[in-house]
């Protein structure tokens, strides 16, 4: 190139640029189009904002919440959840019937459900997707094969379930994705990740850009009611703050999961957004190691439990946005009991004081914990919380805390070999049972991924029990039982019960978001 | 002569080789060095029972020797096979999320490019034709700040001011919601442009311009001081003197002038390059830029080896690249060069 050439390229690089920030003045709307449907009076398309992730499209293989929203909007399982309330209702089987040993259930289908491009669902299709599950075995399919010994189509509209114990909480488990019936385009018994054919649901994936955009369109071929809104957009954010600027300058018309805490309570009180409120059923909680000292004497996990003060948490670190939690049974759950408040009540100084002296702690002798957390997989909000839990226990004067901290994937490492002392997790439910709240972190079999090391055969004998039974009120007396143990032993402290926020701009309508935390859009509707 | 620039070229060329190398077995060590397991960062806190953990980690080859697994990788690459990502999800080609990504990045540093050299050049050539005067101490003044500005801060000022108060401009993403574009290249503003869809080219450019120029005006600062020394440099010069006497205009003596200060101008642009791309990562984070950048910042979290090994060596190839462009660039300018 000669020296003109390159002169001349850097002029036109000038100009390009010139040219390029030169045009801020198009007045051309292109953002949110809300052009109306005919006949409709609400916005055919409605922006929805995320900071999570849709991590596998295969419900064989996805187990994260905001991959199950979108499997949820565009599948649907035998049966499902009448949005906001915990009522289950027939979906793709239109009736069941339950054997007298609960063991074998038999689902008769709907005859007008279609896969989004018209192909009819059938009894095989349902039979198909659930073996599939059971033989890719990913990650939920736990889900399937703890509960299930085979499926079988008795007919085109008939599937039977036969179970390998009586499982009482079945149809929770039927309302998850590893049971929804996937188109047959999915790839047979082999995990298929940027799978978009979806299933029988009220929405189609019309486009998908991993991390930055995913289009749903109403699905015409579906049975039940047509969505309100025709085109739902998702788009995808790495952090809150970002979004929030989005919300506010109408790039999107909704910000979901999740705000910061902070944020939250400013946009309330601008005033300008609508900030809807909903219980969550997720929870947080202080793992405490049983197997290594000092945490190993129960007298020091005791009084661990009895210096929190989790109101003080809630306003310090979470404004508000949380409520706080005394038993790993989310409040309103049956069988909830608020044991760790009945035992130990709230920053009981005094309490915590007495049992570290009978563990053989004083001022001249404190007790020094290690307390670890993970900076960014909770959101923003760890180090504070860590902070604030330190400074409550140090309150007793004879507990001495540092503060480690760790990456998640280390983090979790951390976990699973049992080589933290104190560490914060958090439980997002499966199903929404109390055996979820209880079985994987309190029975010896199923907590090795908590580093606990908790073990106590009585407690492994009350939640066997519970699982089994029939019988609500009979399980309820067992759950609380477990709850009693789990205070008097404390592997784990309940800290906090997080809730839910929809911030919406005006005009946006049916938000509808029950106590599986899972976002059905097809209520959702933007007036004009 | 064109032997010449035919075998320079060629042993540049050849020279990204070790670095790539290097970087790679650096990045390789540090990934392995770090704790953390990339098949538990996925799986999380959830039960799993040992032998599936045992049988994820050797799907993934995790379970090979070291050494097995550095040579492994090498020898993919060499095939121009990055491996299949280890997270989110599991056993995509690495390369569909480069194909995806790198061109968001490189559109985004074309712009920032661009911008930071119109402003630095601006900058420092006013500074140097006003040298001692209020503006050139303003105009170091200048270069002093944007060379200091925080981006994530100052990006949020321009999302707040033109976004949120204005309405002006959006605040983040490449393109509106919903908007079709039909993608060639991937750089959308491009795309538009081929495709003859003038409304998603006034979307793209707009959703450009506040990261762009926040990357550019961060990074203009350095240019604004080495331009107006050197036009200092060259106005001070006798056949400067020799035009001025002569009655040449002064904007033709200041283009001359200009053209004679560039040569260390074009090796600072291909440093700038390299800095460009580490600026852009907290550009894309800051406007929610969907590119190699925030690519990398999410594998990190996972501790996806296969996917930040692949996307460093990318990086570092085209960087190299760049690197060697500016070379022969400065070669063909500066005749005192030899080859």
């Known amino acids: ?528 | 002569m064109a032997r010449g620039v035919g075998q320079y070229i060629l042993i540049r060329g050849l020279m990204i080789i070790p670095t790539v190398l290097i970087l790679y077995t650096i990045v390789f060590i540090f990934l392995r060095i770090l704790p953390g397991d990339p098949i538990l960062a996925v799986v999380g806190t959830k039960n799993i029972a040992p032998e599936q953990l045992e049988h994820l980690r050797a799907m993934a080859g995790l379970d090979k020797p070291l050494y097995v697994q550095y040579f492994d990788y090498l020898w993919r690459m060499l095939h121009g096979d990055f491996g299949v990502t280890l997270a989110f999800p599991m056993g995509k080609p690495v390369v569909e999320y480069l194909k995806l990504r790198f061109p968001a990045t490189l559109e985004l540093t074309l712009f920032g490019f661009s911008i930071s050299v119109l402003l630095g050049l601006l900058t420092g050539v006013i500074g140097a034709v006003k040298k001692g005067t209020k503006i050139d101490a303003g105009m170091r003044l200048y270069s002093i700040i944007a060379y200091t500005l925080f981006i994530p801060w100052f990006g949020m000022m321009l999302q707040y001011i033109f976004g949120v108060h204005f309405h002006l401009l959006p605040t983040s993403g490449r393109i509106s919601p919903g908007l079709d574009l039909h993608t060639i290249t991937g750089l959308y503003i491009f795309d538009s442009i081929l495709t003859g869809n003038g409304e998603a080219f006034i979307d793209a450019l707009k959703h450009i311009i506040l990261p762009s120029f926040t990357l550019g005006l961060v990074l203009s600062g350095a240019y604004t001081r080495l331009v107006r020394n050197n036009m200092v440099d060259v106005l001070s010069q006798d056949f400067i003197r020799a035009y001025k006497a002569r009655g040449v205009r002064d904007w033709k003596i200041t283009w001359y002038a200009l053209k004679n200060a560039f040569i260390p101008i074009v090796t600072l642009m291909g440093l700038q390059f390299a800095i460009l791309l580490g600026g852009a990562v907290l550009t894309e984070t800051t406007f929610n830029w969907p590119g190699m950048g925030t690519f990398i910042v999410d594998r990190i979290d996972y501790r996806d080896y296969n996917a930040i090994q692949g996307a460093v060596v990318f990086f570092a190839f085209f960087v190299g690249l760049i690197s060697l462009i500016v070379d022969v660039v400065y070669a063909l300018l500066d005749p005192r060069v030899k080859y």
């Open chain 1, 1 to 528: 190139m000669s020296k003109r050439g390159i002169s001349l390229f850097l002029i036109g690089l000038f100009v390009f640029a010139v040219l390029a920030s030169g045009c801020i003045g198009g007045s051309e709307e292109t953002s949110t189009a809300t052009s109306a449907q005919s006949g409709s009076q609400y916005a055919e398309q409605l922006v929805i904002g995320v900071t999570d992730k849709v991590t596998d499209l295969d419900p064989a293989n996805a187990y994260d919440f905001y991959t199950w929203e979108v499997l949820n909007n565009v599948m649907e399982g035998l049966v499902k959840y009448e949005p906001g309330t915990l009522e289950i209702k027939p979906a793709l089987a239109e009736r069941w019937e339950v054997s007298d040993d609960s063991k074998v259930w038999t689902f008769y289908l709907r005859k007008d459900a279609k896969f989004a491009d018209g192909t009819p669902l059938k009894a095989q299709d349902v039979v198909r997707s659930i073996e599939r599950v059971m033989n890719i075995n990913g990650d939920p399919a736990w889900l399937v094969t703890d509960f299930v010994d085979k499926v079988e189509a008795k007919d085109d509209y008939t599937v039977v379930f036969y179970l390998k114990d009586s499982v009482s909480y079945f149809l929770s488990l039927l309302t998850t994705p590893p049971y929804f019936p996937v188109h047959p385009s999915y790839k047979p018994n082999e995990i298929d990740s940027d799978q978009t054919a979806g299933g029988v649901g009220p929405y189609k994936i019309a486009k998908w850009v991993r991390d930055e955009e995913l289009v749903l369109e109403a699905n015409e071929n579906y049975y039940g009611e047509k969505p309100k809104t025709e085109k739902i957009i998702i788009k995808f954010y790495r952090d809150a703050s970002t979004m929030r600027l989005a919300l506010q300058n109408g790039e999107i018309d909704i910000a979901w999961r999740t705000l910061k805490p902070t944020d939250i309570e400013s946009l309330k009180k601008e005033g300008k957004f609508q900030v809807i409120e909903i219980p969550g059923a997720f929870i947080r909680y202080v793992c405490l190691n049983t197997q290594k000292d000092p945490t190993k004497e129960v007298k020091v996990r005791q009084a661990l439990a009895a210096a929190l003060d989790r109101a003080d948490l809630s306003n310090k670190v979470f404004r508000g946005t949380v409520d706080p939690l005394y038993s790993l049974i989310p409040n309103g759950m049956w069988s909830h009991i608020d044991a760790f408040k009945e035992k130990y009540g709230d920053a009981n100084i005094e309490l915590a004081k007495n049992l570290l002296k009978e563990a053989g702690y004083d001022e001249n002798n404190p007790l020094q914990i290690q307390l670890w957390y993970t900076p960014t997989h909770y959101g923003d909000t760890e180090a504070d919380l860590a902070q604030v839990l330190k400074e409550q226990w140090e309150k007793t004067g004879v507990i001495k805390v540092d503060i480690k901290s760790a990456e998640w994937g280390t983090y979790v490492d951390y976990a699973r070999k049992g080589q933290m002392q104190v560490y914060l997790l958090g439980w997002y439910p499966d199903y929404l049972d109390p055996d979820d709240y209880t079985t994987p972190f309190l029975k010896s079999t199923a907590n090795s991924w908590a580093g606990t090391g908790y073990a106590n055969p009585q407690m492994d004998e009350v939640l066997t029990k519970a699982q089994t039974l029939v019988d609500q009120n009979e399980r309820a007396t067992l759950y609380e039982q477990a709850q009693q143990i789990l205070a008097e032993d404390v592997p784990y402290i309940p800290l906090i019960q997080g809730k839910l926020f929809v911030v919406a701009s005006p005009g946006v309508g049916g938000v509808k978001i029950g106590p599986d935390m899972i976002f059905k859009y097809y209520t959702l509707y933007k007036e004009e």
